[in-house]
C-alpha cells in the first residue's frame, strides 16, 4: 500500500466524499454544506445523481 493512500485511509477520506464536497463547494459556495455534505459522501452523490435532470444518463 502506498503512503499517500494509507495516510488518505487514516484521515477519513474518501472519494465519496471528495466528491460530494466538489459537489456541494460548485452548488452552494459554503464552507458548512461542503462539510455535512461531505460527512454523507456516497449518499450525497447518489442524491445528486438521481436529483439533477438527466440524472444518471447526463
Not at 488518505?8 to 452548488?27: D, E, K, P
Amino acid at each position: 500500500m502506498s503512503a499517500a493512500r494509507s495516510d488518505a485511509a487514516r484521515a477519513g477520506i474518501g472519494l465519496g466524499s471528495a466528491i460530494a464536497v466538489a459537489i456541494s463547494w460548485s452548488l452552494h459556495q459554503s464552507i458548512f454544506w461542503a462539510i455535512l455534505q461531505g460527512f454523507f459522501g456516497w449518499f450525497y452523490v447518489i442524491y445528486y445523481a438521481f436529483t439533477r435532470p438527466g440524472g444518471l444518463t447526463g
